[in-house]
């Protein structure tokens, strides 16, 4: 007696597991290479970008409290409005937060002494960080100026901030 084989149509080729022909075992070692790299690429993107992000918002936490400390002097003038809108606080040149005016027993000098420290602790205490004070009239329309040093802005930022606050007493 003899036997047929009859051909299915089926590869003669004998699969391992899930129907993967014992030929292509394995991913490629330049496969696994290329993979790596384009995921390193990935990463250091992502960190460059935290790092530009991070500087981004220290610049632009100094500017926030660069505007506070105008509100602060401003909220303290209104204290004193008399001598406020008189022009009394207004600065002949600006006050410099390396060398804060004495607070001795005025409100005026205590007020700018307390102000200036402020803007020494928050935006530095050099020669770049300053504040000015200008009041005209009777109505007590007042411009507050303070200039900061901002070289935590990174590149394309400048590197000295002006915060001009208008506000009314």
Request: aromatic share 4%; proline share 1%.
């Given at each position: 007696?003899?036997?047929?084989?009859?051909?299915?149509?089926?590869?003669?080729?004998?699969?391992?597991?899930?129907?993967?022909?014992?030929?292509?075992?394995?991913?490629?070692?330049?496969?696994?290479?290329?993979?790596?790299?384009?995921?390193?690429?990935?990463?250091?993107?992502?960190?460059?970008?935290?790092?530009?992000?991070?500087?981004?918002?220290?610049?632009?936490?100094?500017?926030?409290?660069?505007?506070?400390?105008?509100?602060?002097?401003?909220?303290?003038?209104?204290?004193?409005?008399?001598?406020?809108?008189?022009?009394?606080y207004n600065t002949s040149s600006p006050?410099?937060?390396?060398?804060?005016?004495?607070?001795?027993?005025?409100?005026?000098?205590?007020?700018?002494?307390?102000?200036?420290?402020?803007?020494?602790?928050?935006?530095?205490?050099?020669?770049?960080?300053?504040?000015?004070?200008?009041?005209?009239?009777?109505?007590?329309?007042?411009?507050?100026?303070?200039?900061?040093?901002?070289?935590?802005?990174?590149?394309?930022?400048?590197?000295?901030?002006?915060?001009?606050?208008?506000?009314?007493?």
């Amino acid at each position: 007696m003899t036997t047929h084989r009859f051909h299915t149509g089926r590869s003669r080729r004998r699969t391992h597991g899930f129907g993967i022909a014992r030929a292509q075992r394995g991913v490629g070692l330049i496969e696994v290479l290329v993979a790596v790299l384009l995921l390193s690429i990935a990463f250091l993107g992502v960190a460059a970008l935290q790092a530009k992000s991070l500087s981004t918002n220290n610049s632009a936490m100094a500017r926030s409290m660069a505007t506070m400390a105008s509100y602060s002097i401003l909220d303290a003038m209104r204290a004193d409005y008399d001598l406020a809108a008189s022009g009394g606080y207004n600065t002949s040149s600006p006050i410099k937060a390396s060398a804060c005016p004495a607070a001795d027993t005025t409100v005026k000098n205590a007020q700018l002494n307390d102000w200036c420290v402020q803007l020494g602790k928050s935006l530095g205490a050099s020669d770049s960080t300053t504040g000015s004070i200008a009041c005209t009239g009777t109505r007590g329309d007042c411009t507050i100026t303070i200039t900061f040093d901002d070289s935590r802005a990174g590149k394309g930022g400048a590197s000295n901030q002006t915060v001009v606050t208008r506000g009314m007493l």
